[in-house]
Nanobody, 120 residues
Framework: QVQVVESGGGLVQPGGSLRLSCVVS????????MGWYRQVPGKERELVAS???????SYGDSVKGRFAISRDNAKNTGFLQMNSLKPEDTAVYYC??????????????WGQGTQVTVSS
């Protein structure tokens, strides 16, 4: 069974930084896309950043220039470096991974989320 587990969330002051990690475990083949999304109550889940196996990056407009996504393929781990954090960045952050399990079809797997709170 594929598992996606986020970590690194917490409380940080405005202007501070956090680094989130996402570990994908289980029987996996190529992770085509690894992404980070966030959600606050009453709003749609939104894309924060994503990175493909071909090195294509995508960022949400609100985080461009402040956040950076990366991945360590040898460890099946993704990262989200968050700098210059603002109170409006407060949300539950979710990692997902678009991958194949063995020779099967592609599926998107989601983690349970990690809370990021930006407050003084």
């Amino acid at each position: 069974q594929v598992q996606v587990v986020e970590s690194g969330g917490g409380l940080v002051q405005p202007g501070g930084s956090l680094r989130l990690s996402c570990v994908v475990s289980g029987s996996t083949s190529t992770i085509y896309v690894m992404g980070w999304y966030r959600q606050v109550p009453g709003k749609e889940r939104e894309l924060v950043a994503s990175i493909s196996n071909l090195g294509i990056f995508s960022y949400g407009d609100s985080v461009k220039g402040r956040f950076a996504i990366s991945r360590d393929n040898a460890k099946n781990t993704g990262f989200l470096q968050m700098n210059s954090l603002k109170p409006e960045d407060t949300a539950v952050y979710y990692c997902n991974a678009d991958l194949r399990v063995g020779a099967g079809a592609r599926h998107v797997f989601w983690g349970q989320g990690t809370q990021v709170t930006v407050s003084s």
